[in-house]
């Protein structure tokens, strides 16, 4: 399993790969792509995204669900990011089995964060995963 660290930097990474992707869906793609395809890349940057900030919520104390939504963003956002561009449409395969690790990182969250309590009162304890 990665570290916290790890996970906060690919965190971070992610998402500034996501701010350079909504550069280039806004500058470079429009006009190239028809308004399917820059659809696509738009929704798999919106997913990055937000998976970026979920992940750097996950990387201290959930690193199992964090791991996951790392692999499950990856394979999501990969795909749709190719299929935007023309790639064969075996990647169209891939996309709902990132989209169910996605929703499987976040109901494993909903298992293992507190119940009761702020985080911060929670902290340092076993995070169960």
């Known amino acids: 399993m990665l570290s916290g660290t790890t996970l906060v930097r690919l965190a971070f990474l992610l998402a500034a ?7 280039i869906g806004a ?4 006009g190239l792509l028809d308004a399917s395809q820059l659809h696509q890349w738009e929704v798999a940057t919106r997913i990055l995204f937000w998976h ?3 992940l750097w919520i996950c990387a201290e104390r959930y690193r199992g669900p964090g791991t996951l939504m790392l692999i499950s963003t990856l394979i999501f956002c990969g795909s749709v990011f190719a299929l935007s561009l023309g790639a064969p449409g075996f990647f169209g395969l891939l996309a709902p089995v990132g989209g ?6 976040w109901l494993w969250l909903v298992v293992v964060a507190p119940a009761r309590g ?6 340092g304890q076993n995070d169960r995963t």
């Open 118 to 123: 702020s985080f911060s009162e929670n902290a």
């Open 100 to 105: 169910m690790g996605l929703i499987a990182s």
């Open 52 to 54: 970026a900030v979920g």
């Open 17 to 23: 790969v996501a701010v350079g992707s909504a550069a």
């Open 27 to 30: 500058h470079l793609l429009e």
